[in-house]
C-alpha cells in the first residue's frame, strides 16, 4: 500500500502562501443526512442532504511576518477568499471559503500557534453553490 508524507503539503488562503507556518491541515467533507422516515415506516429512512466542506489549518503564528495572521485577521467577517489545499504538493482541492473561527494560542512555556477553520462556499465564484474543484 503506498503512503504519502504531509511534508509537500501546499496550504493557500486568499492566494498568501502558508505552508512555512502549517504544523497541520484537515479538509473534512461531511453529509448530512435528511430523516425521511414517514408514519407507516418500521425503521427510520434517510436519504443523503447536501454536502459541506471545512477547512481547518493549525499554525505557528508570526505576528511580524504578512502572511498568515495578517491575511486572515483582516478576513474576518469579510467575504469569501479564495482556497488551494494539495496534500502531497501537487493533487488536491480548491475553491471559495468564509472564516468561522480564528483562534489564537500563546502558552508562557511554547510557541505561539494558531487555528483558523473555513467553510467551503463556492468554486468559480464565492456563494455560488458548487464543490470544491479536485485536480
Known sequence: MARTHGKNVDIAYAGVALEDEASNVTLDFSVPASDITSFADTYQNSLAG???ATLSIDGFLDPAG???DATIFGDLGGAAQTWDFE???TTGYNGYAII???RITA???GAITYNVSMNHNGTAAAADAAAPTRA
Open 87 to 89: 496534500p502531497d504538493g
Open 100 to 102: 468561522t473561527s480564528y
Open 107 to 109: 502558552p508562557v512555556d
Open 66 to 68: 504578512s502572511q498568515g
Open 50 to 52: 447536501k454536502p459541506a
